[in-house]
């Protein structure tokens, strides 16, 4: 079975410009997440997606940063305009029933690669 | 909030030793899961955790999860060199989950 796919896998940018990233879930898998990993720290959550649906956007800095899941399956996520503080590695997850039913099996997240952005 | 307390943050270890790690909340998850995360890669599921007072096993790995649903720990037994990297906890509540700051396993040959 295919894993989660994210490209790119490095990206270094200028404070200021704008970027993207992309994921493709494993098939099958309903609910995706955007992740943030700051050096030294655990991942953050930014985002979830049920299909096509956010579930819960609490965390993502709406004023620079949007994602989307327009067909339910894959997803990009978007900084504009970036700044140096978003330095980070940024991964994409997926899993089989959203975190709402946590408590059950198949809520658990599987990750990809991740992209590793640097802004200078 | 629901803020996850990992210790300790780094072992080193002998290969061949026992390794225990825990996640501390307090806060109540209702998903406990041990993740392992290599250097450049994405953190890898290890063991999931579904119900309070759960004992569960993946070859070396022990994990449970704690009677008051606030508290994990991982267990690694005889540790080979490959067992390097950090291991993170998770633990999910209402449309959240929420990582610990990793715990970073160096083992010694």
């Known amino acids: 079975e295919a894993g989660v796919a994210q490209s790119p896998r490095y990206k270094i940018i200028e404070k200021r410009q704008s970027v993207a990233f992309w994921c493709n879930p494993i098939s099958g898998h309903a609910t995706l997440y955007w992740y943030q990993q700051i050096l030294g720290q655990g991942p953050k959550l930014l985002i979830q997606?049920?299909?096509?649906?956010?579930?819960?956007d609490s965390q993502l800095p709406k004023d620079r940063f949007s994602a989307e899941r327009l067909k339910g399956v894959d997803s990009t996520l978007k900084i504009q305009p970036a700044k140096l503080e978003d330095s980070a590695v940024y991964l994409c997850?997926?899993?089989?029933?959203?975190?709402?039913?946590?408590?059950?099996?198949?809520?658990?997240?599987?990750f990809g690669q991740g992209t590793r952005l640097t802004v200078v | 909030g629901q803020q996850l307390n990992q210790s300790p943050q780094s072992m080193f270890i002998q290969e061949g030793e026992d390794v225990s790690m825990n996640c501390t909340s307090s806060?109540?998850?209702?998903?406990w899961l041990w993740y392992k995360q290599d250097p450049g890669e994405g953190p890898v599921l290890l063991i999931a955790l579904y119900k309070a007072g759960e004992l569960t096993s993946n070859g070396r790995l022990t994990a449970q999860f704690g009677i008051t649903r606030k508290d994990s720990f991982l267990n690694i037994s005889a540790s080979i060199p490959s067992d390097v990297g950090i291991y993170f906890c998770a633990g999910q509540a209402s449309y959240d989950m929420r990582f610990g700051a990793g715990t970073r396993l160096t083992v010694k040959p």
């Open positions: 997850a997926s899993s089989l029933y959203p975190l709402i039913r946590q408590g059950t099996q198949n809520t658990e997240a599987f």
């Open positions: 806060s109540i998850f209702n998903t």
């Open positions: 997606f049920q299909n096509n649906g956010v579930v819960d």
